[in-house]
Structures are given as structure tokens and as C-alpha cells.
Nanobody, 130 residues
Framework: EVQLVESGGGWVQGGESLRLSCAAS????????ISWFRQAPGKEREGIGC????????KYTESATGRFTISSDNAKSTVYLQMNGLKPEDTAVYYC???????????????????????WGQGTQVTVSS
């Protein structure tokens, strides 16, 4: 069974850091691109970044550049999202998504092309207080 499970969310103060994890199972991890998205209350789902495990390509959206970093541990079939300098506007449910064909550049499309990704996790809540 294909699964993507996000973890690592929580309630933090502004300026603090979190590292989210996306653990994958049920498919060949090395063949897929894994992307991070978020969705705040009342807003559309927004892309954060992507790492392509097939070719090593990494892309970020403008809002993530400089504060967020994506990395992948193929041995653990896990992708991480390191978030530094968190702000209240980062409050959202964070999701990971996987697809073997959608290029990482697609994470920058608005609105988020949800149908382009084969698999989605259930999300993990990040709440940042002022």
C-alpha cells in the first residue's frame, strides 16, 4: 500500500525552527519527486519546494527561498523540510506529495496543481505564534 506520512509539526513561537518529515512507503522512492505544500485556513494550497530523487533537482517557491531547505534520505525513504525563522504567516497544514513524472518546477505553479501528483499525505499542522 502506498503511503506518505508527514510528521514533525507543532506549536512554536516566531523565530523558532521545525523540521518536518515525509516518510514514504509502497513505491520506488528513488524514481519519484517529492514536493512540499501547505494550506492555511481560507487559502489555496501553496507550493513550498520539491526534490527529485531521480535526478537530484531541487526547486523552491519564492516564499520558501532563504528560510526553508528540502533534503532527502534515500536509505530511509524520507524527505525533510527544515524550516528556520518561522513566522505567523507560516501557520498552515503542511503536506507532502509524490509523483514520478511531474517535474519539480511545477511546485511553483499557482494554484497548486494537486491533480498532477499521484500521492498525498494527510498533513501535519504547524502553528506559529507571534
Amino acid at each position: 500500500e502506498v503511503q506518505l506520512v508527514e510528521s514533525g509539526g507543532g506549536w512554536v513561537q516566531g523565530g523558532e525552527s521545525l523540521r518536518l518529515s515525509c516518510a514514504a512507503s509502497g513505491f520506488i522512492f528513488d524514481d519519484y519527486a517529492i514536493s512540499w505544500f501547505r494550506q492555511a485556513p481560507g487559502k489555496e494550497r501553496e507550493g513550498i519546494g520539491c526534490i527529485n530523487n531521480r535526478n537530484g533537482d531541487i526547486k523552491y517557491t519564492e516564499s520558501a527561498t532563504g528560510r526553508f531547505t528540502i533534503s532527502s534520505d534515500n536509505a530511509k525513504s524520507t524527505v525533510y523540510l527544515q524550516m528556520n525563522g518561522l513566522k505567523p504567516e507560516d501557520t498552515a497544514v503542511y503536506y507532502c506529495a509524490a509523483d514520478p513524472y511531474t517535474p519539480c518546477i511545477m511546485v511553483r505553479r499557482t494554484p497548486a496543481p494537486q491533480r498532477a501528483y499521484d500521492y498525498w499525505g494527510q498533513g501535519t499542522q504547524v502553528t506559529v505564534s507571534s
